[in-house]
């Protein structure tokens, strides 16, 4: 049976929604953030598509001077979306209106099942 996924052990140092800007330069670390930050309702994804770098590798240098890539694991977002290739969605090409804003985080917290902003604990 796999592990629980590590957590955070401190709450967030804010409740204040996020806007993170994306294009198709975000990749590795930057795209891994941002499809968590996407995924747990803790912000949205401004701009294009993102890059869609989703493979860890290690490179291997071979005796004859040639080498060999092989693929040991892949990012997968908070909700096991695969990011490889394809990259994540924005959730708006520009900066969305306060209300549109809100409705987006307050449907993505439905859709996870987590609580309403401003909804008691």
């Known amino acids: 049976m796999a592990a629980d996924p590590p957590k955070a052990g401190e709450t ?48 291997y240098e071979l005796s004859d001077s040639s080498g060999l890539v092989i693929t040991v694991g892949k990012y997968l977002t908070p909700r096991g979306v695969d990011i490889d290739r394809f990259g994540i969605a924005p959730d708006f090409s520009s900066q969305p209106a306060p209300t549109q804003a809100a409705e987006a985080l307050n449907a993505c917290r439905l859709s996870a099942g987590l609580q309403q902003a401003g909804a008691s604990a």
Not at 22 to 39: F, P, W
């Open 12 to 59: 967030a140092s804010t409740r204040l929604p996020l806007t993170v800007l994306v294009n198709e330069h975000t990749a590795s670390a930057s795209e891994i953030l941002a499809g968590a930050l996407k995924d747990n309702c803790r912000g949205l994804l401004v701009g294009t598509r993102t890059y869609g770098k989703g493979l860890i590798q290690s490179v």
